[in-house]
């Protein structure tokens, strides 16, 4: 159980395009789910938490109008890099956490996103 | 900002047991210790977590001191398979919302 995917697992877009990225737990309700990004050879670098039916907060330094970040169930949040740039190329990784078993993250498989 | 302090790279033979350590001398006294790994270009796994009494699971056990100020992961039986970057993260239960703040780990290859 537990299981929290991602889609798509790739994707390479033009400069200034949007690009939406999906975070679902298969088989529990995520209370709160959180987005990450990782460069090459670094770690991850927590972008912001969102939870169901309120605004995501955001880590500071990170541009809330960039990505937009959207939780709008249970079971769904996405991640939309707004204009991307590629600077904006990384690996983008969503973790989720449910009532009964705060303890622990469960995180998705990631997205590459590469921006031509 | 992450809390902690680990080695960034060690490996182990296949086999034998991996002792993987992390320094926390800031942790607070309501701040669990959370172990994660990554495995190259997925998303991190979680291992085991611990307040003040040792831990163990399936996976590995973990040694808090008695101070709370170190600890130490151990993967009594490396495989090839353990070959990952491992992360070891304080995080207060309940408070800021679950957020991990991870560092750079450390590099755990395992050779045959």
């Known amino acids: 159980g537990a299981v929290v995917s991602q889609h798509p697992s790739w994707v390479i877009c033009k400069s200034g395009t949007s690009v939406k990225i999906e975070c679902r737990s298969l088989d529990f309700q995520a209370t709160t789910m959180f987005w990450y990004r990782q460069f090459p050879k670094q770690s991850l670098m927590l972008m912001a938490t969102?939870?169901?039916?309120?605004?995501?907060?955001?880590e500071q330094g990170v541009e809330k109008d960039k990505f937009l970040i959207n939780h709008a169930s249970l079971t769904l949040s996405t991640l939309t890099v707004t204009s991307a740039h590629p600077e904006d190329s990384s690996f983008y990784i969503c973790s989720a956490t449910s009532g009964t078993r705060s303890n622990e993250q469960f995180f998705g498989p990631g997205t590459r996103l590469t921006v031509l | 900002d992450a809390k902690t302090t680990q080695p960034p790279s060690m490996d182990c033979a296949e086999g034998r047991a991996a002792n993987l350590p992390c320094n926390h001398s800031?942790?607070?006294?309501?701040?669990?210790v959370y172990w994660y790994r990554q495995i190259h270009s997925q998303g991190p796994q979680y291992i085991i977590h611990?307040?003040?009494n040792n831990e163990t699971n399936e996976m590995a056990s973990l040694i808090i001191t008695e101070d709370r100020k170190s600890s130490t992961l151990i993967l009594p039986h490396a495989t090839l398979r353990d070959t990952a970057v491992y992360y070891c993260?304080?995080?207060?239960?309940?408070?800021?919302?679950?957020?991990?703040?991870f560092g750079r780990g450390t590099q755990l290859t395992v050779w045959p």
């Open positions: 800031t942790i607070s006294g309501n701040e669990y």
């Open positions: 993260i304080v995080n207060a239960r309940g408070s800021t919302l679950g957020r991990l703040y």
């Open positions: 611990g307040l003040k």
């Open positions: 969102s939870n169901e039916g309120s605004k995501a907060t955001y």
